[in-house]
């Protein structure tokens, strides 16, 4: 599996909202839909997905999104913004069974591809069906254990290069560079004593340095501005810009280099 992350914003519309769930069918894909928060129906909006670790499709997403809702609601105010991720399978379809032959009482359910809100049902009752030694028609669709995904050989080479220059080729592509020339409010990976340090500049010019090495299994990270967090292209660990871990794999935080 790899790692989407799609932008969401939480809106009030001012108006009177729809009940339901409506997604486009063309890319970029979008989906509305309305949740109840706090004695109101506000309007949930989420798309512009890509693989974690990797540059928006969009320079600035949210805003992005903010201008489609608006096409439709001129008067919205947005609530709350925030990313979210998703694994996707290379088949396509979800892992829902046993976790492995050798542990037939612990189940999985995952890599829903963006569609948790249904599967996790179908999830729910497959793996009730399977303590309760029932039988279910469609529990072979999505078995857990099959090797289909090798099937997909595009997206797992894909995989591969991207690991591999996760890794390798990023790291000696890396070009000299100096604090002075990172923006205020940006971050970038420079060279400093021969070491990759990985900066971000904030809006009054103080300096935060990490070293952008996952603390899962050592990727590269790159630098997300929308966010201002360093992501990682191979498993999806997160880290906020002083270097705190916020999602996993990764549970470690990076290290944090003083810039004198
Ligand atoms: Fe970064 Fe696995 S190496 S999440």
New binding site residues.
Partial sequence: MYQSTSYVLAIDTKTELFDGMYINTEEPIYSFRSVDFENKKLLILAGADHKT?FAPTEVDTYKKLEDLAKKYYPKLEVLYKWNTRDCITLDKIPYIGNLSSFSPNVYVATGFNKWGMTTSNVAANIIKDNILNNENKYSFVFNSLRLNPIKNRTELKNMGNESFK?FITNRIKITPDSISKIKRDNGAIIKLSNKSVGIYKDLYGKIYAVNPT??????L?TWNNLDKTWD??????RYDYTGKNIY???FKNLKRYEIE
């Fill in positions: 670790g996760a996952c603390t899962h299994l050592g990727c990270l990682c292209p191979c498993h999806g660990s996993d794999p990764a």
